[in-house]
């Protein structure tokens, strides 16, 4: 990459997850890759084996850890795990399907789907985050990498809303309008940062899911 002051950063979903198939929200909840999700890993690290990387960020949580792991190997590089790029906490929706949120919290439910940006879930296990305080916490992060590595490549693998908000930015969307925008699993989403500005250079390359190759044997590692 030129050395013209920007950064390219491939900012990554985890693998599947069993709360990802049964659509549970997972935020903060340290839920582990299931064997698809483990199989997407493997066959995303391949596809990126011959990418000139220069780090490899992720988030703590296992599903994205072990995810970025993969990739880290073909590299020889260390994965620099970052809680600051944890997804968001949802306290008390943690665990449950958007129609039991729906039943049990419906104030709350109806503040989510009208984007309130400054609405706070009821407190679960951790305290919940507004999508205000969530959004300037996964900006100032995906940031403060793009700015140690100028002139690089960098992978974060990192969770649905930490990629909706670059998303949001390099779009110019407001917190009170809702992305819609889907992420699938492991899909590459690759952005250039030059002075705190954002441009989406390719959205959803998930072209390696097509027809991918599940090593067994391999998979034990896990």
């Known amino acids: 990459m030129d050395m013209d002051g920007s950064t390219e950063i491939l900012i990554i979903r985890h ?22 999700g483990m199989e997407q890993a493997l ?8 990418e000139k990387l220069d ?14 792991e993969e990739i880290a190997k073909w590299h020889n590089l260390p994965v620099q795990v970052d809680m600051a790029f944890r997804e968001r906490s949802y306290g008390a929706f943690e665990g449950l399907s958007r129609e039991e949120i729906k039943i049990r919290y419906p104030e709350s439910h109806a503040a989510w789907y009208a984007a309130d940006p400054d609405h706070v879930f009821p407190p679960g296990d951790r305290p919940a985050e507004s999508i205000r305080s969530f959004h300037n916490r996964a900006m100032e992060s995906i940031y403060g990498i793009a700015g140690q590595f100028t002139g690089k490549k960098i992978v974060l693998i ?7 908000s670059a998303y949001r930015v390099a779009h110019h969307l407001p917190l009170e ?22 441009e989406l ?9 097509e027809s991918p190759q599940k090593p067994v044997d391999y998979l034990k590692h896990f």
């Open 177 to 198: 309008t809702r992305s819609r925008v889907p992420i699938s699993n492991t899909s590459i989403n690759r952005f250039l940062i030059r002075e705190n500005r954002i």
């Open 55 to 68: 780090a490899v960020f992720s988030s703590d949580l296992q599903r994205a850890r072990k995810t970025a």
């Open 43 to 50: 066959v995303l690290a391949q596809t990126l084996q011959k």
């Open 158 to 164: 990192a969770h649905f809303g930490i990629i909706e």
């Open 201 to 209: 250079l390719k959205w959803g390359d998930d072209d390696h899911l």
């Open 15 to 36: 693998g599947q997850t069993e709360w990802n198939v049964t659509k549970r929200l997972q935020g903060h909840t340290d839920i582990p890759l299931n064997e698809k």
